[in-house]
T-cell receptor, first 111, second 115 residues
Framework: RKEVEQDPGPFNVPEGATVAFNCTYSNSASQSFFWYRQDCRKEPKLLMSVYSSGNEDGRFTAQLNRASQYISLLIRDSKLSDSATYLCVVNVDSSASKIIFGSGTRLSIRP | GAVVSQHPSRVICKSGTSVKIECRSLDFQATTMFWYRQFPKQSLMLMATSNEGSKATYEQGVEKDKFLINHASLTLSTLTVTSAHPEDSSFYIC???????????FGSGTRLTVV
């Protein structure tokens, strides 16, 4: 089993739609969780951290479910500019010194 | 804050030569830096963890003699791809973690093409 697993997609949704991604992780000791966004041929950029109580940043909502070991990202009112690959990132040791990337979920927003 | 500069952004080299990639933290000190490699349409794969003043920790399957890592100061880590081959062509990205902070900042990446 991979340490961090994501549905690769692609998700192709119309502008304005709501879309959700899930990501599962295998190490129950993982402490820190993030969603990153990566545009084609660019470096990943932090979208948002994921907190135990869940958190929201504008149109983006992140949730953590420790019991089932997954995190989710919800995008509401999607924009064309949301088209990118979304990477689930989890730290895999208790010292939070090393992070592992999921394979990414490709999202494409159509007009 | 937390800016990481990576250089060069793109390099083409001949098979058998060596290439050095630099990763600098510009406005903070980074005791730990990470080196990733990404092949087309694949995710980032951690290659090694670079620790200032000590040897790097390599992930399973990554040849330490081929990918030389040096982290001689708190603001600079270098990755040298030795005796490069076409299969080493990839996108290499570094990241650094600010002390006492879980945030990770990435360099802009280096696209290496070995011909």
């Amino acid at each position: 089993r991979k340490e961090v697993e994501q549905d690769p997609g692609p998700f192709n949704v119309p502008e304005g739609a709501t879309v959700a991604f899930n990501c599962t992780y295998s190490n129950s000791a993982s402490q820190s969780f993030f969603w990153y966004r990566q545009d084609c041929r660019k470096e990943p950029k932090l979208l948002m951290s994921v907190y135990s109580s869940g958190n929201e940043d504008g149109r983006f909502t992140a949730q953590l479910n420790r019991a089932s070991q997954y995190i989710s990202l919800l995008i509401r009112d999607s924009k064309l500019s949301d088209s990118a690959t979304y990477l689930c990132v989890v730290n895999v040791d208790s010292s939070a010194s090393k992070i592992i990337f999921g394979s990414g979920t490709r999202l494409s927003i159509r007009p | 804050g937390a800016v990481v500069s990576q250089h060069p952004s793109r390099v083409i080299c001949k098979s058998g030569t060596s290439v050095k990639i630099e990763c600098r933290s510009l406005d903070f000190q980074a005791t730990t830096m990470f080196w990733y490699r990404q092949f087309p349409k694949q995710s980032l794969m951690l290659m090694a963890t670079s620790n200032e003043g000590s040897k790097a920790t390599y992930e399973q399957g990554v040849e330490k003699d081929k990918f030389l890592i040096n982290h001689a100061s708190l603001t600079l880590s270098t990755l040298t791809v030795t005796s490069a081959h076409p299969e080493d062509s990839s996108f290499y990205i570094c990241s650094a973690r600010r002390d006492n902070d879980y945030g990770y900042t990435f360099g802009s990446g280096t696209r290496l093409t070995v011909v």
